[in-house]
């Protein structure tokens, strides 16, 4: 039994530990009772909305939203707020 097998053995057993069903199953609660709840109108929002990210085009009037790195859903009225 080598040195390298025991560093091997603890490190599966840390993993196993780290991502047990209980252990998986109680972050999931936790992150749950965090969330706003159901009745909240969540959306796929921009979350940067700034005038250099709204492109108009003046001949046709079609407007774009750039830059949506941090898009994410969000509150409904977050980028008008």
Same mark, same amino acid.
Request: aromatic share 8%; no cysteine.
């Given at each position: ?7 091997? !053995?603890?490190? @599966? #057993? ?9 252990? $998986? ?22 979350? !940067?909305?700034? @005038? #250099? ?9 079609? $407007? ?18």
């Amino acid at each position: 039994y080598s040195v390298e097998a025991s560093r091997d !053995d603890a490190a @599966a #057993a840390a993993v196993r530990n780290e991502f047990s069903e209980k252990r $998986v199953s109680e972050t999931l609660d936790a992150l749950r009772k965090k969330a706003p709840p159901d009745d909240q109108n969540m959306v796929f929002a921009h979350n !940067d909305l700034l @005038a #250099a990210n709204i492109l108009v085009d003046a001949e046709s009037g079609t $407007v774009r939203i750039v830059d949506l790195e941090y898009g994410a859903p969000s509150y409904a009225a977050f980028d008008v707020a």
